[in-house]
């Protein structure tokens, strides 16, 4: 099965600089890979995907980059603010099943 | 719109008692899911429908069974419990990609 791999599992930054966080997965036949955002006491909430024909995906400040040759993608966080304090998730599927393996998780918190 | 509902919110149980977790989606998707979360692992699924009427084990079942009701609901039932499910559960549901989850149910077994 998928194993995903996701570091680093906490993040501290400054209010106003950038925050990445690095995944790599293990099996080629994944194409599809979500970045969750989970709030305390709240479940998993999509901010970003990308699927495997895409090498780069942007939304505000949020963007996600895919290397396929080498199994790994990236969430970056520009212009951090308070409210991107949260549990950040990687994941990845294939096509045929759309079956989510995710990694571990990283708690990012924004220091005003 | 309520997109996907889980009840309980929170519940204890003693070793070896049983209890079914229920899950429904208003969003007329035909997959949906079951993950534990636990401290340091993320979530890993438990079992899955791709639509009304099947089911498949997913990286961690032992120990639980699924029914899928109808499209629109979903449940987990634990046989008997063990320390080792206390656990955070969350039902989701799917189009075939983006996946929505649930608020979860906080499950401690004692």
């Known amino acids: 099965g998928e194993n995903v791999e996701q570091h680093p599992s906490t993040l501290s930054v400054q209010e106003g600089d950038s925050a990445v966080i690095k995944c790599t997965y293990s099996?080629?036949?994944?194409?599809?890979f979500p970045w969750y955002k989970q709030e305390l006491g709240k479940g998993p909430q999509l901010i970003i995907d990308?699927?495997?024909?895409?090498g780069e995906k942007k939304d505000q400040r949020i963007a996600v980059t895919l290397n396929k040759t080498a199994k790994h993608f990236s969430l970056h966080i520009t212009e951090t603010q308070p409210e991107d304090s949260a549990v950040y998730f990687c994941?990845?599927?294939?096509?045929?099943?759309?079956?989510?393996?995710f990694g571990a998780g990283t708690t990012v918190t924004v220091r005003a | 719109n309520a997109g996907v509902t889980q009840t309980p919110k929170f519940q204890v149980l003693k070793t070896g008692q049983s209890m079914t977790l229920q899950c429904a989606q208003d969003?007329?998707?035909?997959?949906m899911y079951w993950y534990r979360q636990d401290p340091g692992m993320g979530l890993r699924l438990i079992y899955y429908?791709?639509?009304?009427?099947?089911?498949d084990k997913g990286e961690v079942p032992n120990g639980y069974n699924v029914s899928r009701l109808n499209k629109r609901e979903f449940s987990l039932r634990l046989e008997s419990a063990a320390p080792s499910q206390t656990s955070v559960y969350f039902c989701?549901?799917?189009?075939?990609?983006?996946?929505?989850f649930g608020q979860g149910t906080r499950l401690t077994v004692v």
């Open positions: 989701a549901s799917s189009d075939g990609a983006e996946a929505f």
């Open positions: 099996d080629s036949a994944s194409n599809y």
């Open positions: 990308i699927r495997s024909n895409v």
């Open positions: 994941a990845a599927s294939s096509w045929y099943d759309y079956k989510l393996s």
């Open positions: 969003m007329n998707h035909n997959s």
């Open positions: 429908s791709a639509s009304e009427g099947t089911t």
